[in-house]
């Protein structure tokens, strides 16, 4: 099961809003203008400017946005960049521009022109016949198609600049994400923008991660604002989410002159509170399914949880991978247009569930609301942006006592009490007819989001260590692994727990493997299997060299480079118990059991590693303990990435901690 | 955009699953080969085979004028979840010359429950090949895998029509799941004939039927793939087909090649047309080749400049075959291949060196056959270039007539002039050279020529410190690895991969220094890389030091992880050598050593050594690998090598105080 939420449909029209801006660096002569001049200095440009070992440099990248009375919306795109190494010339020679029929947006591309202005200054510009347009693909209702061309004669120290004209019929700029940052660093990034004259509305522009963007007339109706030195974007291991990171911007149109987010968040708290409490209204057959799964529960706890395990075990949800129907069932399902739809049919989707939850508590005398969430995998919500672009009506509270208690009883694998963790940690808008608020979703703490691993080895002479194995994740990191697997046949779960294995100790051979509780909602994900590992001990002539460390054994460093360009981000806090007991061979005997010292990183992360051994020193029993992550988002500034890598490469270090058998008898014990 | 609210996103749900079903075609019966084989028993198979193919037949008629019209009938039972992804169905044409005239599917669900039928409304028309600016081979499909469960059988039916420039054709009877029946008809005219050569199997003998021949094969087992193993097109069995017209019949048909020879001659007509030359283009061959004072050099000063060119491809009808012209190429500074290669003919005749043109199959060296004279068995260009005897190289190879030829791919830019990459080194591949033109086997570089030295000089303090360096000095393919990362890689990401590479042995190391040099001219690549690792060697009870010295691990390491295999072992050729000198620190004595190893098969040798000199421990490894193809019989033998070098690659070396 996928973490679709109850906004999917609203999704895809965002997303084909968005589309307008992200295909493209956009520019900005109309058409028939001619190519602006060429700079002498920058023929001559023989390093980046931005970033100093970019392979290109974007010089301008200008787009201009028509919104204009005509009914079409028009993006005008003009970029030149300058080539600095054949890397850069292998990544800058081939454009291609998608257009055609897509999610209903008809694309039409128009007055393509390119052209190469070589180191010593000579042009080739492309002619008509070098515009190739082929279909990428076609089928019923959909023909998305590409004009794709080649900048000839491109070399190192080349300028190469392309403009094209992207009509969009009927199409208008409202919630258009207008990017800064390309996959090369930008000198000049500057965007025209013509609103639509509405005659009650105005365009209003945010930026995300970037200055305040300040506009400036221009002719013809457009304003325009630039943005200089913008870095390439980036990736890297454990950043935030790329919304979160990218310097853009969103235009959208409103009424209101003067938005005070307060208010604005008041209002439109009360009207989703108007507009959906009819469907937590409970029908009859609602109130008496209420009342006979509360039975004799009597506190509020206690009924909720009742109402949350009866929706979650009797109403299947049909867009779960792991609901067990058939494609054939899936395609014959009907949609429910209310709750008591939904407990009529025993089915529906994620957003169904919750709001016959939300029915079924209130049936029960429960306070639930519909709530309005923003999805952390996406962007850090914040309420200081008043508009409900990014919200999505995702859970469900409930009032117990004087809090809000928040439930996704949709969502097959959050228990009660739980959210996935694109939830947690998040300002959700608790609706109300008269006072809405921000009430913060809270995370769960590390200790849930346990994984707990035992294993029982017996180690041989010649190093080979052979036993039994079990590992049990809880929490969000259980979540994420019934996520992984639950769309796999148990061959592909074997399989790719074997190669999760032997990628990190390649002589590893499995047998006896066990998944269990892949789609149980709330069993711990389970794996256990037997295990044999030749030469897992290294052998020198009178000492065996063990790393009682199994479970990390052959595992790098989390963060194994010094530079860094973004902030650190965990998804959630989580922590790891390991039990590992290894009976030792006879002949050998314990030169060392020191273990290394606790690492302790305040309330962020601590590591503890205890190793003893039994009275008859036969078998070596090591027992390691980690929590990271306070109760919080796991944010870390960039400032501290030394300190963490620090952190995180002395508990590599410690996994690797070796202990020392040498040849010898053990002694007996009577 | 105004809130959207529940009541919004209901009416938004309702829509899009209001339209789902009417998306869906109606119910229809399967035709009866369908049902047939939906309905066979079939074995059992283990557990991780996703899904079996029932019935993979086409049956190919041929008219007099050459039209082809093939029917072609696929069933598939999904057996696992993952064998859904096989519930498509997929047929390929050119818009140039072919068309699918008809495309229909079904999915016959678990049990034969019920049926959904597929029309041309569910068919994507999509183009082949996505990185070309322009390509007219086209795949048309019908996606089934989201409706399909396992235990259905999805099947589908095409009727194709195409005019072949060749009169010939490959049928492949597997890829890698297994098949119950594979079967290829072809329909002549009265008169005409066909013949047939088989791979990867014994001789499969066509059945006839008056004009109809019909070869077929049963029951394959499925071939899983495993890693360090031959290519699937060098496993699964396929034959390839040869027809032609009666004596007498109209000329103008398809062409047919009774020899290498034949095909050289039609490549030669076809290419040597486009190798043009103007001022412009000799002048620049000219000015490449100004200070060059040897052959070779002149070789080299144009293939740096051939291979640097943007590769681009663009197909269009006969383009597809036939290189665009050498001028036309030079003035846009891109090309594909057969471009790239013929741009170099142009310039090395501007130079006086004469050249051909090579057609090979890139990707796997053991696909080209000799037995059946075809271009159909190629997808790749590159060039061979007469050269005297004063240039020397371990890419020349014996022409019968031609001479010394060295062999380049103008291509490849990683792989420069004296090598050849590893993928198209000992396969067979047709130098195209009109009537003198011949079938021959490219050459193999010797490990040496693909070789990694390197020097590895570290301080080991009393707390367990490491302060070193690494030189890394690369040849051949070798260096095409290295050189490879580095090109492709931006600066800070190349950092940032040795840094990986680095951390990966000795946790925690800095790198103060990177700096890579490509000396691609030469074929070599050297890296320098300082580097200090806090806590390297582990401190024991503050009397022993313990650490490998093994610092940093070899490049490429095989894992042969699997107790049984069923196909061969395939190796390439290379040789690596390391020396590590560690000074030790003050105070501290050897204690223990790990025993020396040297291994020597027919595929490869291994040595590893230690030895303690001036207070220094001295570590050398050397591994020599041999291009070879090991029979599945001997894989306890690869495996157990590559495994004990494993072991003494970490094993440690202990320090007692004194």
């Known amino acids: 099961m996928k973490f679709l939420r109850i906004y999917a449909c609203i999704t895809v029209i965002v997303c084909l809003t968005l589309a307008a801006a992200a295909t493209a660096p956009a520019a900005l002569l109309a058409a028939g203008e001619d190519w602006k001049p060429i700079d002498p200095a920058e023929l001559a440009l023989k390093a980046p400017v931005v970033e100093k070992d970019a392979d290109a440099e974007a010089l301008f990248w200008e787009v201009r946005v028509d919104d204009g009375p005509v009914g079409e919306l028009v993006f005008t795109h003009y970029v030149r960049i300058k080539v600095f190494t054949e890397r850069g010339r292998e990544s800058q020679s081939k454009i291609d521009i998608p257009f055609g029929k897509i999610f209903g947006s008809n694309i039409k591309i128009k007055d393509i022109a390119a052209r190469t202005i070589k180191p010593d200054g000579t042009i080739i510009e492309i002619k008509k016949d070098d515009v190739f347009e082929r279909d990428i693909i076609k089928a019923s209702g959909v023909k998305l198609k590409a004009k794709s061309f080649a900048m000839p004669g491109v070399e190192p120290g080349s300028i190469i600049e392309y403009r094209w004209r992207e009509v969009r019929p009927n199409e208008s700029a409202n919630y258009t994400r207008l990017q800064f940052q390309r996959d090369i660093p930008v000198q000049t990034v500057k965007y025209y923008i013509k609103p639509y004259p509405f005659p009650d509305r105005s365009m209003r522009a945010q930026t995300f991660h970037g200055s305040v963007a300040t506009f400036t007339k221009e002719k013809n109706g457009f304003y325009s604002t630039t943005m200089t030195n913008m870095p390439a974007f980036h990736e890297e291991p454990h950043m935030p989410p790329e919304n979160q990171v990218r310097t853009w911007m969103l235009i959208y149109y409103t009424a209101e002159d003067k938005i005070e987010p307060q208010k604005f968040w008041r209002d439109l708290g009360k009207r989703v509170y108007d507009g959906t409490k009819s469907f937590l209204k409970p029908n009859d057959e609602v109130k008496k399914t209420a009342a006979t799964v509360i039975g004799d529960a009597t506190t509020p706890e206690e009924k909720l949880a009742r109402l949350f395990n009866y929706v979650r075990d009797n109403i299947k949800n049909v867009r779960d991978d792991a609901s067990g129907m058939s494609a054939e069932e899936i395609a014959k399902v009907k949609v429910n247009k209310s709750p008591g739809d939904t407990l009529k049919r025993g089915m529906g989707d994620g957003s169904d569930i919750d709001l016959l939850f939300a029915s079924l508590a209130t049936a029960a005398g429960f306070d639930a609301r519909i709530v309005l969430l923003a999805d952390r995998s996406d962007i850090f919500f914040d309420p200081g942006f008043a508009n409900p672009y990014f919200l999505r009506p995702t859970d469900v509270a409930v009032k117990v006592g004087d809090q809000w208690r928040f439930y996704n009883p949709g969502y097959r694998y959050a228990p009660m009490g739980m959210l996935v963790w694109q939830e947690e940690g998040q300002e959700a808008l608790v609706t109300d007819p008269k006072e809405p608020v921000f009430v913060k979703t809270p995370v769960t703490p590390a200790e849930k989001s346990l994984v707990r691993r035992t294993a029982k080895f017996t180690l041989s002479e010649d190093g080979t260590l052979e036993g039994d194995v079990k590992i049990e994740y809880t929490g969000q990191l259980g979540i994420e692994k019934k996520e992984e697997h639950d769309d796999d046949s148990p061959a592909a779960r074997e399989e790719a727990l074997r190669s999760q294995v032997t990628s990190h100790m390649s002589t590893a051979e499995l047998s006896n493997i066990r998944i269990e509780n892949v789609t149980d909602p709330v069993k711990p994900f389970v794996y256990a299997y037997h295990v044999r590992v030749p030469g897992y001990a290294e052998r020198t002539g009178k000492r065996l060299f063990l790393r009682p460390a199994f479970f990390q054994y052959g595992v790098g460093p989390l963060f194994p480079t010094s530079e860094r360009k973004t902030n650190i981000y965990f998804h959630y806090p989580w922590s790891e118990r390991d039990t590992v007991e290894i009976n030792l061979p006879a002949g050998y005997v314990l030169d060392n059991a020191d273990a290394p010292a606790p690492l302790s990183a305040g309330k962020t992360g601590d590591y503890k590693v205890r190793i003893a051994v039994t009275k008859d020193e036969r078998t070596l029993i090591y027992n390691r303990s980690f929590t990271f992550g306070p109760p919080d988002i796991i944010l870390f500034p960039i400032s501290t990435y030394p300190a963490l890598k620090g952190y995180f490469d002395m508990l590599n270090k410690s996994d690797n901690h070796t202990i020392t058998l040498k040849q010898g008898t053990a002694k007996t014990t009577e | 955009m105004p809130y959207r609210s529940f009541m919004f996103l209901l009416f938004?749900?309702?829509?899009?699953?209001?339209?789902?079903?009417?998306?869906?075609?109606?119910?229809?019966?399967?035709?009866?080969?369908?049902?047939?084989?939906?309905?066979?028993?079939?074995?059992?198979?283990?557990?991780?085979?996703?899904?079996?193919?029932?019935?993979?037949?086409?049956?190919?008629?041929?008219?007099?004028?050459?039209?082809?019209?093939?029917?072609?009938?696929?069933?598939?039972?999904?057996?696992?979840?993952?064998?859904?992804?096989?519930?498509?169905?997929?047929?390929?044409?050119?818009?140039?010359?072919?068309?699918?005239?008809?495309?229909?599917?079904?999915?016959?669900?678990?049990?034969?429950?019920?049926?959904?039928?597929?029309?041309?409304?569910?068919?994507?028309?999509?183009?082949?090949?996505?990185?070309?600016?322009?390509?007219?081979?086209?795949?048309?499909?019908?996606?089934?895998?989201?409706?399909?469960?396992?235990?259905?059988?999805?099947?589908?039916?095409?009727?194709?029509?195409?005019?072949?420039?060749?009169?010939?054709?490959?049928?492949?009877?597997?890829?890698?799941?297994?098949?119950?029946?594979?079967?290829?008809?072809?329909?002549?005219?009265?008169?005409?004939?066909?013949?047939?050569?088989?791979?990867?199997?014994?001789?499969?003998?066509?059945?006839?039927?008056?004009?109809?021949?019909?070869?077929?094969?049963?029951?394959?087992?499925?071939?899983?793939?495993?890693?360090?193993?031959?290519?699937?097109?060098?496993?699964?069995?396929?034959?390839?087909?040869?027809?032609?017209?009666?004596?007498?019949?109209?000329?103008?048909?398809?062409?047919?090649?009774?020899?290498?020879?034949?095909?050289?001659?039609?490549y030669t007509e076809l290419s040597d047309t486009q190798v043009t030359l103007d001022d412009a283009l000799a002048s620049k061959a000219r000015e490449l080749t100004s200070s060059s004072k040897t052959e070779m050099e002149r070789i080299r000063a144009i293939s740096r400049y051939v291979q640097k060119l943007q590769y681009i491809s663009i197909q269009i009808g006969v383009g597809r075959f036939r290189p665009h012209s050498a001028t036309e190429v030079f003035a846009k500074a891109y090309g594909d291949c057969k471009d790239k290669a013929n741009l170099m003919r142009a310039m090395l005749r501007a130079v006086k060196i004469e050249s051909f043109p090579v057609l090979i199959y890139s990707g796997d060296p053991t696909y080209v056959r000799e037995e059946w004279t075809s271009p159909s068995q190629f997808n790749h260009c590159i060039i061979a270039i007469k050269v005297s005897d004063e240039t020397q190289a371990p890419t020349i190879v014996q022409h019968p007539k031609l001479g010394r030829l060295l062999i380049f791919d103008a291509t490849d830019d990683q792989t420069p002039v004296g090598d050849l990459p590893d993928h198209e080194q000992g396969s067979f591949a047709l130098v195209a050279a009109g009537a003198d033109g011949t079938l021959m086997r490219m050459p193999v570089t010797p490990p040496e020529s693909n070789q990694m030295e390197r020097q590895v000089e570290v301080t080991l303090a009393p707390d367990g410190s490491l302060t070193g360096t690494i030189h890394e000095r690369s040849t051949g393919q070798s260096a095409v690895d290295e050189r490879r990362l580095f090109n492709h890689l931006s600066r800070p990401e190349y950092v940032k991969a040795i840094e990986e590479w680095i951390t990966r042995g000795a946790t925690g190391a800095q790198v103060s220094k990177v700096e890579p040099v490509d000396q691609s001219a030469d074929g070599r690549f050297t890296l320098d890389v300082d580097f200090n690792a806090q806590n390297y060697a582990q401190n024991m009870q503050n009397r022993l030091l313990v650490f490998k010295p093994a610092i940093v691990s070899r490049r490429e390491s095989l894992f042969l992880t699997e107790p049984l295999r069923k196909h061969p072992v395939v190796l390439d050729s290379n040789a690596y050598t390391e020396t590590v000198r560690v000074k030790l620190p003050d105070g501290f004595d050897v204690d223990e050593l790990p025993d020396a190893l040297k291994l020597d098969t027919a595929f490869g040798n291994y040595a590893a050594s230690y030895e303690v000199k001036e207070g220094h421990l001295v570590f050398t490894r050397k591994l020599t690998l041999h291009a070879t193809t090991i029979p599945v019989e001997q894989y306890s033998t690869v495996r157990n090598f590559f495994e004990r070098i494993r072991s003494v690659e970490l094993s440690p070396v202990v320090l007692a105080k004194k």
């Open chain 2, 12 to 266: 938004c749900g309702a829509l899009l699953f209001a339209s789902a079903p009417a998306a869906f075609a109606v119910e229809d019966a399967p035709p009866a080969w369908l049902q047939q084989a939906a309905i066979a028993r079939v074995p059992s198979f283990s557990k991780d085979v996703p899904a079996v193919v029932l019935v993979d037949e086409a049956n190919v008629t041929v008219a007099p004028d050459g039209l082809i019209t093939t029917t072609y009938s696929y069933a598939v039972r999904i057996l696992t979840r993952e064998g859904r992804a096989f519930a498509v169905a997929a047929e390929g044409y050119a818009t140039d010359i072919g068309r699918i005239r008809e495309m229909r599917a079904w999915l016959i669900r678990a049990g034969g429950a019920s049926v959904k039928r597929y029309d041309k409304n569910d068919v994507l028309d999509q183009a082949a090949a996505l990185n070309d600016v322009y390509n007219e081979t086209r795949i048309k499909k019908i996606i089934a895998a989201d409706d399909a469960d396992a235990g259905a059988v999805f099947g589908y039916q095409t009727v194709s029509e195409s005019r072949s420039i060749f009169n010939q054709m490959v049928w492949a009877f597997q890829e890698r799941i297994p098949v119950i029946s594979s079967r290829y008809s072809l329909t002549l005219p009265v008169g005409w004939s066909a013949t047939s050569v088989t791979f990867n199997h014994p001789k499969i003998e066509a059945v006839v039927n008056g004009s109809t021949s019909t070869w077929e094969l049963r029951d394959l087992a499925p071939i899983a793939p495993e890693p360090h193993s031959p290519e699937v097109t060098t496993l699964a069995p396929r034959i390839a087909v040869s027809y032609a017209p009666a004596a007498g019949a109209a000329a103008g048909l398809n062409r047919t090649f009774a020899s290498w020879a034949d095909v050289s001659r039609w």
